[in-house]
């Protein structure tokens, strides 16, 4: 074979290899291409982001629509008025939503007062078990109703009273540290609630007994402090009398010393001479 000969076959050896690797490459690019027009029709079928907002705001009426239909249909009419609450904040011109929410708002004040009072009945009847059931279903079906949380929580300090407390001081004294960290802690939490009046009166048997704590009298003392500062706004002579007690717990409380020093001060300048 000839040196042409050689030469041509290589070159032709070389245009089948360079013409297979274009091959290769048109194909994988065409793997990844879509066809002619494909591109248009995909853009056309995907809604524009506005009209996806717009689905998703009617999906997430129509879920809670629901909701309060099926809310009112069980009786459960505070869970229907938070759904017609929802809605209301996203169409508060529709009458028709805040008709709804007025009566899912009303139906549920009122079976909450009616199980309120029924709940105080019983608790005049001394049947505690079945008023504090009633609080409770009062506060389910309106869970800020005031009266239905402040009857509740006078329930349970009455409940607690009858099982901790002693009917006499020497009692008291002779049940043990124990029993006493649970009344101060449960004094703790009505103190926190703003029971002020409750917490003192869980603290006075403490205090006063034989041998009383000189913590619980401290406590006792604040807790009589805060009382005093509530009543004060309203009754003036009722806070001092108050702000008493709590000096007679604790001598040395210099919150309840300076209140009381300013609380005596006249509230108006003497008239010239």
Known sequence: MTATAVAQGGH??????????AWLVSACAGLGTPPPGQTERTAAESPPPAQKSVQAVAAFEARQR????TAEQQGRWSEAAWAWESLHALRPADETVSARLRQ??????????????????????????ESRDLFIRA????????DAMEGLRSLEVERFKRQWIA??????????????RTQTEFADMLTAQG?????AELLLPLASGRSPDAAVRRQLSDVLLALAESQHARNRNEALATLRRSLQADPRNQRALALQRDWRQPSEPAAPR
């Open 104 to 129: 899912a708002k009303n139906t549920a004040d009122s079976r909450a007062t009616l199980l309120t009072q029924q709940a105080r009945l019983a608790f005049q009847l001394d049947d505690l078990d």
């Open 139 to 146: 506060l389910m079906a309106q869970p800020t109703h005031a």
């Open 12 to 21: 032709a050896a070389r245009l089948v290899v360079w013409l297979a690797s």
């Open 167 to 180: 009917p006499d001081a020497a009692r008291i004294n002779v049940t043990g540290t124990g029993q006493t």
């Open 66 to 69: 629901g909701a309060a239909l």
């Open 195 to 199: 029971a002020h009046a409750e917490a």
